[in-house]
């Protein structure tokens, strides 16, 4: 597959003859000689290879006789080498698998006291998680028996984990409202910390912050999508609270005031600038924002929400980059955030779908009923920037893969290698990688 001649010229010594043709298996040579000197054809090649996955292997827990009923896996998470993958379960459970084998190595069955929502790994052994049981707890893979620290201080289900590695601080949200920031150097004696509670927004749902620690995405119903530009967290519930704002922004509830609020923010504001995003597929709007996801280089975010008044869930493509050319006091309102977007099948409602894009951010992957899609932004697989219309376009369905009797809720693409994981509501993990 991936036949295909590249440009050449006789100065570039790393190149191919122009008489060769590049193959696959050229292409592996070629990097087993001379490394990843060349980034832009390993990018081409790897995108190429998106649409040859193919399941190697499904792990089902009924296959251990002594396995513990786990429940559903509602979030998988790699480390940063990609060496270990944590499956987050209903019934207060956490899994350890070794991904490149596909085999559980280890697991923790009372984790938590309730459903486990989410995983984040801090580094290559340690990682956080998140529950229905209003905590939060820091772990360590290297000794599992028990956990490092215990966070309280939410008062109810914790949905959302993010480390901000400007700050150091460990980033959550939970139903009750609230975004915590906790910082995991300094805890008491006991092993418990307290979190400083950062902004309180009505109904808020969901939280992300971009890979490089600019911005912090918000997703609360009804169907509200606020941005925070120039995101400084050791500021951010004082600027919340100038002088300058026309209400606190816990106290504003309706869209029209978002706006105002919005409009009165960013881009003036050079620090913890807000911006709500109103711009949706017509005739869609939406009600319930229960996924968020950000692009690795922090271009973009991916949704998926309801409609209040349709079967059917959307996901969404925006661009969340600063406009630089935007005029200071310009509405936010008019400004043309939506890229790309698609229809999904509201299969297993209620629960949460977690997308996940690839690690060079050339694709998206999106639980699709029993099934997954890979959704590229062109049928080439191309960059974002590579893609970008004045209009938006529909996400290309590049491939389904089928693997599971039920629902997929979550999915993750490893950081170092060229594989997927897919967990669904039977509790059973499958792994995907390239056929040739």
Aim: charged share 25%; with cysteine; aromatic share 8%.
């Amino acid at each position: 597959m991936g036949e295909s001649k590249p440009e050449t010229s006789a100065a570039d010594n790393n190149s191919y003859p122009s008489t060769k043709t590049w193959t696959s298996f050229s292409y592996l040579r070629h990097r087993e000689i001379h490394g990843h000197r060349m980034t832009t054809r390993n990018d081409n090649v790897l995108s190429k290879y998106y649409k040859y996955l193919s399941l190697r292997k499904i792990w089902d827990p009924d296959d251990k006789p002594n396995s513990a009923g786990h429940g559903a896996i509602f979030n998988l998470e790699f480390s940063s080498l990609g060496d270990f993958l944590v499956a987050a379960c209903e019934r207060h459970s956490l899994l350890v698998f070794d991904p490149l084998c596909q085999k559980q190595v280890a697991a923790v069955r009372d984790a938590h006291s309730d459903c486990v929502n989410c995983i984040r790994f801090l580094d290559s052994r340690s990682f956080v998680t998140c529950s229905d049981d209003t905590t939060v707890a820091l772990w360590d893979c290297r000794n599992l028996k028990s956990k490092v620290i215990s966070m309280e201080g939410h008062t109810d289900w914790v949905k959302s984990i993010e480390y901000h590695k400007p700050s150091g601080l460990l980033v959550t949200s939970a139903f009750d409202d609230t975004v915590r920031a906790w910082d995991i150097n300094r805890y008491s004696n006991d092993g418990t910390a307290l979190g400083q509670i950062l902004l309180k927004f009505p109904y808020l749902i969901r939280m992300k912050i971009s890979p490089d620690g600019d911005k912090i995405i918000l997703s609360a119903n009804p169907g509200r999508l606020l941005v925070i530009h120039n995101l400084s967290l050791n500021n951010l519930q004082y600027d919340i609270k100038g002088d300058e704002m026309p209400s606190s922004l816990h106290d504003v509830c309706d869209s029209s005031s978002l706006v105002s609020l919005a409009s009165h923010r960013w881009p003036s504001k050079a620090r913890n600038a807000l911006e709500v995003i109103q711009d949706f597929p017509e005739d869609c709007t939406p009600w319930c924002i229960s996924s968020l996801e950000v692009h690795p280089h922090s271009w973009c975010s991916v949704a998926r929400y309801t409609c209040r008044n349709s079967r059917n869930e959307w996901t969404v493509v925006h661009d969340i980059q600063d406009f630089a050319e935007h005029r200071v006091g310009e509405a936010t309102s008019s400004l043309r955030r939506l890229t790309h977007s698609i229809q999904e099948p509201n299969v297993a409602k209620g629960y949460i779908k977690e997308h996940c894009f690839s690690r060079d951010g050339r694709v998206i992957c999106s639980p699709f009923g029993n099934s997954a899609r890979i959704l590229s932004f062109n049928s080439q697989c191309d960059e974002l920037s590579s893609c970008s219309r004045n209009i938006p376009s529909e996400l290309c369905d590049l491939k389904t893969l089928i693997s599971h009797k039920h629902a997929v809720v979550t999915c993750r693409f490893s950081p170092k290698h060229l594989l997927l994981s897919l967990g669904c509501l039977g509790g059973k993990v499958s792994f995907y990688e390239p056929k040739l």
